[in-house]
């Protein structure tokens, strides 16, 4: 990985790393090679855990290059994982060195007890929809292809990021690599800041900038103005509701709406600017790096240079992944994305697909969020449940459901209505659907319906 520091070196001379002096960073990257080092000679590709402390960006990245050097295998962790969390997440690891983070934890196990390839392997943390932590296995060459096909699908070979997502993250580990790799330039920048209305003083109109949609949605309310200037608005995470996308072309922003996830490397689908704004309402097409084909179901299989090695610790090469979505191609090539094979409804002999329903409901500007799910039912097979957020008293289930009476069939229109006062999301923004069947059953056991 000797490539890798060359590009340090290389760079010098810029000023790349908005905030941190170039000098310093490679100096830092090479204290921490030393200190590596000097552990591989008790191990080969020591475990180690790295985790970001506060705003430190800078030793955050500068480990994980160096860990990428000397061949380990390093984990990216959040620091906010509750206790139970890191019990387990420790655990399954049982690192030989922990980085950025005091766990508490002894360690002074230097036998290898690894069946992994011996050579630099990279495991980000996902926990998709069910909210269990697992670690994606990566090589560094995976994470390059991505950055090669991003190039590629936008046309430019130098990457400028605003990078407000946690780097522990596919999301933000991402915009980091692509900046150091296609010799761009990158400003990471607390997310917290935004929310209060504390803007850069930098000129933003030749980046990215990477969001998802409940940031989207902030910032449209807090500041339009400073989400107009960015060149490229990359919009992933979770699934966007249709006000949502409206809103953002209303206000002519440059919105780029993708698809991927911790398994590709970030994403593989993704909609250029240019075509948003013509009310082009698919998730994009598919980038150079990646081949997605569908079968009879609308199951979609994915092929991609960035593919991941598996869920640690069990490293298993594949040339594919069959994954839980449905969607589609229409003649231009365009995916749309109907969503979750596992969430989809079959009630009354018929399928219900909850993210039609729920862009429907949104748009009525009558809920806040909502999240449509089944439950079991003996008399439909599955009920169409919506468990939905208002903040206006006022506003009662019957005045929604009159609201949608003509824009759905009845097989469509929810049977039974929850109001919560918040939605079990992720940072990402994704739906904890597990949460969401334990708050429908306690609802509905209580026989509570409208």
Not at 343 to 356: H, L, R, S, Y
Not at 370 to 395: C, F, H, L, N, R
Not at 425 to 442: E, F, S, V, Y
């Amino acid at each position: 990985m000797n490539n890798i520091l060359e590009t340090i070196k290389s760079r010098l001379n810029q000023e790349w790393m908005i905030g941190c002096d170039s000098q310093y960073f490679y100096q830092l990257t090479q204290n921490y090679l030393e200190q590596l080092t000097q552990l591989k000679t008790k191990i080969n590709n020591p475990r180690i855990i790295v985790v970001q402390e506060n705003d430190n960006y800078i030793d955050f990245l500068a480990v994980f290059l160096a860990s990428i050097i000397t061949d380990c295998h390093v984990f990216l962790c959040d620091k906010r994982w509750q206790r139970k969390e890191w019990k387990d997440v420790l655990k399954r690891i049982d690192p030989h060195l922990i980085l950025g983070i005091d766990l508490n934890y002894t360690v002074n196990n230097y036998q290898n007890g690894s069946v992994l390839p011996d050579k630099s392997l990279i495991m980000i943390p996902t926990g998709g929809t069910s909210g269990n932590i697992r670690f994606t296995i990566h090589t560094w060459k995976t994470l390059s292809a991505s950055v090669q096909g991003f190039s590629q699908f936008f046309d430019t070979k130098s990457i400028n990021s605003f990078c407000v997502l946690p780097l522990h993250h596919v999301s933000g580990l991402m915009q980091f690599i692509r900046s150091f790799l296609n010799q761009g330039k990158i400003i990471i920048y607390p997310y917290s800041n935004l929310k209060k209305g504390i803007l850069p003083s930098s000129n933003l109109e030749d980046f990215f900038i990477s969001l998802v949609p409940t940031q989207l949605q902030l910032l449209l309310t807090v500041n339009p103005k400073f989400l107009s200037q960015f060149k490229t608005i990359l919009l992933g995470g979770a699934p966007p509701w249709n006000s949502l996308l409206t809103q953002a072309r209303d206000y002519k922003l440059n919105l780029s709406p993708t698809y991927g996830m911790t398994e590709t490397a970030s994403q593989i689908v993704t909609l250029k600017p240019e075509d948003f704004l013509q009310g082009n309402n698919s998730t994009g097409q598919v980038l150079p790096h990646a081949e997605i084909t569908t079968d009879e179901e609308k199951i979609m299989k994915i092929k991609a240079k960035s593919l991941y090695f598996g869920y640690y610790p069990n490293y298993e090469p594949r040339q594919y992944l069959i994954t839980d979505d449905l969607g589609y191609f229409d003649e231009q090539n365009y995916l749309y994305i109907l969503g979750r094979n596992s969430q989809k409804i079959i009630t009354g002999g018929e399928n219900v697909f909850p993210k039609e329903i729920e862009n429907v409901i949104l748009e009525t500007n009558l809920v806040q969020d909502i999240a449509i799910i089944g439950v079991a039912d003996e008399q439909w097979g599955e009920a169409v449940t919506a468990i939905y957020t208002s903040e206006d008293e006022k506003i009662d289930v019957n005045l929604i459901k009159n609201a949608i009476k003509q824009k759905l069939s009845p097989v469509k229109q929810p049977k039974y209505w929850l109001k919560v006062q918040q939605l079990p999301r992720n940072q990402q923004g994704k739906l904890n659907h597990q949460t969401l069947q334990k708050i429908a059953t306690a609802h509905l056991n209580q026989k509570i319906s409208l």
